[in-house]
C-alpha cells in the first residue's frame, strides 16, 4: 500500500444502505419458479449477499446442468429492475456517510452490484460529494464471500487496510472481511439476526445505519487511526 495510504470506511450497498435484501429474495424466488426450481424464500433470503456466480451453485448444488443459469439470472435481473425507480435509502444511511468523511475517513461503496444498478443504488444515496471510490461487479472475478470486491474497493480508494472498518448485513460480508483481516460491523437491516451476524465474526451490531450514526462516536469506526 502506498505511503499516502489512508483510513477509511468500506460500505456494503444491498441491504446495508438501500433497502433491497428482500427485493433481490423474489426476483430469485420467480426467475428460479420460472425454470420450475421451487426454493423457499427463507432459503433463498439467507443466500442474498453472494452474487450470481455463487447464489445458484449455493441453492440448486453445483452437480445441476447449468444450462439455463444464464436465463435465470436474466430474469432475476431484470424482475429486480423494475423496482429500481421504487428504492428507497434505509434509515439513515446518508446522514452516516457524510458522518464517517466529516470524521477524515474515506468514505467507500464496496459493492457488488453492476454498473448500471449500481449508478441508481448511488443516486438513491445522494452522497457522491463524499465517496472516495465505489466498486461494482465488473471489478472482481468472484463474489462474496470471496474478499475480491473488498480488495478492490481498497486499491481503487488507497485505503490502509490495517486502517479501515466494513459495514455489511449478511454472514457472506463478515466472512468476506474476515479474509482480510479487516474488522466487520454487523447491519440487521438485511434481515440476519445479530447473533447470526456475530457468530460469523462481526464485532459489533446496530439495527440500521441510523443506528450506527447515533452511536459513531463510541463505535470502533471512530477509534481508527486518523493519522
Known amino acids: 500500500m502506498a505511503d499516502q495510504a489512508r483510513p477509511g470506511v ?7 444502505l438501500v433497502d433491497t435484501t428482500y427485493l433481490h429474495t423474489v426476483g430469485w424466488w420467480q ?3 420460472l425454470q420450475e426450481h421451487d426454493v423457499p424464500m427463507a432459503e433463498i433470503h439467507r443466500a442474498i449477499g453472494m452474487g450470481s456466480d455463487k447464489i445458484l451453485d449455493h441453492l440448486l448444488g453445483d452437480d445441476r446442468d447449468t444450462g439455463r443459469d444464464e436465463h435465470m439470472t436474466t430474469a432475476h435481473d431484470t424482475l429486480y429492475a423494475t423496482w429500481w425507480e421504487r428504492l428507497r435509502p434505509l434509515p439513515g444511511a446518508t446522514r452516516l456517510l457524510r458522518a464517517v468523511a466529516g470524521l477524515g475517513l474515506a468514505v467507500v461503496l464496496a459493492s457488488s452490484a453492476k454498473q448500471r444498478e449500481l449508478a441508481v443504488l448511488r443516486r438513491i444515496l445522494g452522497a457522491d460529494d463524499v465517496l472516495t471510490a465505489a466498486t461494482s461487479s465488473t471489478d472482481a472475478d468472484e463474489s462474496k464471500p470471496a474478499p475480491d470486491i473488498l480488495q478492490a474497493a481498497l486499491a481503487q480508494s488507497d485505503v490502509d487496510p490495517d486502517r479501515c472498518v466494513y459495514v ?13 483481516d479487516i474488522a466487520c460491523i454487523g447491519l440487521t437491516s438485511g434481515g440476519t439476526s445479530a447473533a447470526e451476524l456475530t457468530g460469523a465474526g462481526a464485532v459489533a ?3 440500521d445505519p441510523a443506528d450506527l450514526h447515533a452511536a459513531l462516536g463510541d463505535s470502533v469506526i471512530a477509534r481508527l487511526d486518523h493519522r
Request: aromatic fraction near 12%; charge should be neutral; avoid cysteine.
Open 10 to 16: 468500506l460500505f456494503d450497498v444491498d441491504g446495508t
Open 31 to 33: 426467475a428460479l419458479r
Open 168 to 180: 455489511g448485513d449478511s454472514v457472506w460480508d463478515v466472512r468476506a472481511a474476515a479474509k482480510l
Open 205 to 207: 451490531t446496530y439495527r
